[in-house]
């Protein structure tokens, strides 16, 4: 079974900065690509940042942008997420996730392989 394991999640003040770590070994650098996405309480899961493993592009969602980073570490076969000028609104439960074939990246069906989440918390 494949599994990919999150850390780094937890309690940070507003304006804090938090590091989300996404290990996966061999099956991360089989991928296409690795997103982090996030969900909210009562909500779907949404995309956060993706990058692309072949060259390291990356895309970001608006509210991602400027303040977090998304990169790999391909001798590691890990995928980070820094996070700075957190807001109470980027509280939420953070997945890692993994495409093996070319695909759009927000779309949730196109990721073949979730970690169990990481419970991040921006408190005012």
């Known amino acids: 079974q494949v599994q990919l394991v999150e850390s780094g999640g937890g309690l940070v003040q507003a304006g804090g900065s938090l590091r989300l770590s996404c290990a996966g070994a061999?099956?991360?650098?089989?991928?296409?690509?690795m997103a982090w996405f996030r969900q909210f309480l009562g909500r779907q899961r949404e995309l956060v940042a993706a990058i692309r493993w072949s060259d390291g592009s990356t895309y970001y969602d608006e509210s991602a942008k400027g303040r977090f980073t998304i990169s790999k570490d391909g001798a590691q076969g890990t995928v980070d997420l820094q996070m700075n000028s957190l807001k109470p609104e980027d509280t939420a439960v953070y997945y890692c996730a993994s495409m093996i074939r070319r695909g759009p990246y927000d779309l949730r069906g196109e990721y073949d392989y979730w970690g169990q989440g990481t419970q991040v918390t921006v408190s005012i």
């Open positions: 061999q099956r991360t650098l089989n991928s296409y690509s």
